[in-house]
């Protein structure tokens, strides 16, 4: 059975820091592109990170690059992302999603085909 599972959301002070795990079974993420999304309440599902099966990634925004770092364990079948001087306008629910029918990445939602079920992040004093 094909599952992505997101893990660490929490509630953290602003500057505060986060990393999120998302653990992969029925599949190896070693060669397929693996991305972070968040949604705020009220708000449509966004692209934050990508990281392609080599190792390369993107960053959707630029308020993001510095802050959040996307990182793979293949031996762990795991990808993460690190996020640091955590903001209120990052509270969202976090979703990792993978592209099992490609290795490179999209910001595009459709493209793809494996969602986790997210994990809350709320970020307030």
């Known amino acids: 059975q094909v599952q992505l599972v997101e893990s660490g959301g929490d509630l953290v002070q602003p500057g505060g820091s986060l990393r999120l795990s998302c653990a992969a079974s029925?599949?190896?993420?070693?060669?397929?592109?693996v991305g972070w999304f968040r949604q705020a309440p009220g708000k449509e599902r966004e692209a934050v990170s990508c990281i392609t099966w080599s190792g390369g990634t993107i960053y959707s925004k630029d308020s993001m690059k510095g802050r959040f770092t996307i990182s793979r364990d293949n031996a762990k079948n795991t990808v993460y992302l690190q996020m640091n001087s955590l903001k209120a306008e990052d509270t969202a629910v976090y979703y990792c999603?993978?592209?099992?029918?490609?290795?490179?990445?999209?910001?595009?939602?459709?493209?793809?085909?494996?969602w986790g079920q997210g994990t809350q992040v709320t970020v307030s004093e």
């Open positions: 029925g599949f190896t993420l070693a060669r397929v592109a």
């Open positions: 999603a993978a592209r099992r029918g490609s290795p490179y990445c999209s910001v595009r939602l459709a493209d793809y085909d494996s």
